[in-house]
């Protein structure tokens, strides 16, 4: 009887393909476990069913039916309630491998795949958008619809697809171990982007609460944003987040990346400081971030799949347009982040155009389509952090700069003459408590009126802060190096001293002066004079000390070739000698 039955069934095939004329498959299918996945190619027969009310025994008994061959660039335009149909033939082929049906589109509302059962009965099984994942034959990420296979005779099959849009993708067959393998090596890279992604998240919140920045939490929520977008790509959202509500499973893909993307304008306009280039363009920018929200409210009211899918379209290009035009817009400006975002976020703008141009009609599903976002978010993330993290840093150290403006000299960063006065109240209290010698030096530049007639004010400027860097090679860790006024500056010489090293230290600092600088003429180098002063046998009033050292400076000869001038050469008492 089975073999009977079997026979019954190629001869109804045979007979499909006579009525059909000329519309036959071209190729037959051949199951081979060690060249897979195996493609339809042209191995099928499509006819697109304008109704959408066409039942599977109508189909099959139909002779009128134009059928012709599929491929796996063809798309299908089902916008108006049609229902595309495939026909294909299952080989015989041995039974020891169950093989699978494999439709890559986890966005698809409904595929239903019929086969005759042992009483000649059409029988079907759904999967898709519009149905709950414990429902599907097999749970997966995109319907994946068991075959009828035979080891004796051939079987017919008929699918069945309905999709509110366009359906553009290839279909192939596929064996257990074959999906086994496969599946391990897209889980893998699932997993790769998904831990990337959490571990971006994880330190952007701990940046946003330990350095109170708030683009930290803007681009937390951006990446979430387009981790769930990818993940309701991929249809990992639908197997494990939401699968029991086919309504929202079929609506994510639509609403989700209008947010995505309008996080991420807003993110991009809090990177390049737009608030303040521009509160005009930064409202109009919002403006259109916030708009993602009545316009998913929008898409989620309105029955017709098409005209939803063209506001996603235009919203998604408006929206990375501007964009990419206000990072343009700010590095034009001289921003020094706005760079860094356009290199970062290169790679996404590459990869958009995939599903872009898929959800158009342009191009059919194919890997980019799926999971060409992923690899370009895997790119941008850790640009993205390294530009906040440089960001944080230089807003950190402004504000440091700021703050420190009554202590530190903006132009040189070392302390001034208030902080400069109290180290060395604490340097003289220190030295009579514990009985050791310690200096005081002022230091001028001497020949800076010189420098500025010879040269210009900006050299002079330069000067100075050459001579700054000087005395801060010369000083120790523990020494202090300050900017008294335009042309002056104090170091403090922490003790214990020896004679010898209180003897050299003013000597030491005109000749590190004086060298040379690299790429200057000789004529452009700094003539330094120096007053010392020892603690705390010269005096223990710090004003007086100071105010004793400039009076030295000052009764100096212009002409004098004399540098270093101590304050006192009286020898000190032989219970403070170290």
């Not at 496969?182 to 982007?193: A, D, F, N, P």
């Not at 708030?214 to 991929?234: D, F, H, K, N, R």
């Not at 020094?336 to 990869?351: K, N, Q």
């Not at 010489?493 to 003429?521: Q, S, T, W």
Request: aromatic share 8%; charged share 15%; with cysteine.
């Amino acid at each position: 009887m089975a073999r009977s039955r079997g026979i019954a069934a190629t001869l109804l095939f045979l007979a499909m393909l006579l009525l059909a004329g000329t519309a036959g498959a071209r190729t037959a299918l051949r199951f081979d476990t060690g060249q897979q996945p195996v493609m339809l190619h042209d191995a099928g027969d499509a006819w697109v069913d304008d109704s959408g009310k066409a039942d599977v025994q109508a189909v099959v008994s139909d002779p009128s039916i134009k059928w012709h061959a599929t491929g796996d660039n063809n798309i299908y335009r089902l916008d108006k309630g049609q229902a595309l149909w495939v026909r294909f033939t299952v080989p015989p082929a041995p039974t020891a491998e169950r093989w699978y049906l494999e439709v890559p589109y986890p966005g698809v509302d409904k595929v239903t795949l019929f086969v005759q059962n042992a009483s000649g009965e059409w029988v079907g099984r759904s999967a898709g958008d519009n149905i709950a994942i414990g429902e599907w034959p097999l749970p997966h990420r995109h319907p994946i619809m068991p075959v009828s296979v035979s080891p004796q005779t051939p079987r017919v099959h008929l699918l069945r697809i309905q999709n509110g849009t366009i359906f553009g993708a290839p279909l192939q067959l596929v064996s257990d171990s074959y999906m086994g393998r496969t599946e391990q090596g897209i889980s893998l890279m699932l997993g790769i982007y998904f831990g990337l992604v959490v571990l971006a998240v994880m330190l952007a919140v701990t940046g946003a609460v330990t350095l109170e920045d708030s683009g930290y939490w803007l681009y937390a929520i951006s990446a979430l944003l387009m981790a769930l977008t990818q993940a309701t790509i991929t249809g990992l959202a639908g197997l494990h987040l939401w699968g029991d509500w086919p309504w929202w499973n079929n609506m994510a893909p639509q609403v989700l990346p209008l947010f995505a993307i309008a996080s991420l304008q807003i993110f991009f306009a809090e990177v390049v400081s737009l608030r303040e280039r521009s509160r005009t363009l930064y409202r109009l920018l919002l403006v259109g971030g916030l708009a993602s929200i009545p316009l998913a409210l929008y898409l989620i009211l309105t029955p017709n799949v098409q005209e939803r899918l063209n506001w996603i379209v235009v919203y998604f290009l408006a929206a990375t347009i501007a964009g990419y035009g206000v990072v343009v817009w700010a590095a034009l400006r001289g921003d020094r982040y706005a760079p860094w975002l356009l290199v970062g976020s290169t790679p996404v703008g590459i990869g958009a155009l995939f599903p872009i141009a898929r959800a158009a009609g342009l191009i059919p599903i194919s890997f980019w389509t799926t999971h060409g976002m992923q690899v370009a978010i895997a790119a941008e993330l850790p640009i993205l952090l390294i530009v906040l993290a440089m960001r944080s840093q230089h807003r950190r150290e402004h504000v440091r700069r700021i703050q420190g403006l009554d202590r530190i000299d903006p132009a040189t960063g070392l302390i001034n003459a208030a902080v400069f006065h109290e180290r060395l109240v604490r340097l003289v209290t220190r030295s009579q408590r514990l009985k050791f010698r310690s200096a005081m030096l002022l230091v001028d530049i001497a020949n800076i009126d010189q420098i500025r007639r010879q040269f210009d004010s900006d050299s002079a400027r330069e000067l100075t802060l050459r001579v700054a860097g000087r005395l801060l090679s010369v000083a120790r860790e523990i020494d202090t190096v300050a900017r008294l006024s335009e042309h002056r500056f104090g170091i403090l010489l922490e003790g214990p001293l020896h004679a010898d090293e209180v003897a050299e230290a003013g000597p030491r600092i005109v000749a590190r002066c004086l060298m040379p600088f690299k790429g200057r003429p000789l004529e452009w180098s700094a003539h330094v004079r120096v007053a010392q002063a020892l603690i705390p046998m010269d005096g223990t009033d710090p004003s007086q000390l100071i105010g004793r050292l400039e009076m030295l400076l000052a009764s100096a000869p212009a002409d004098s070739r004399r540098a270093v001038f101590m304050l006192s050469k009286t020898s000190m008492p032989a219970a403070l000698t170290p």
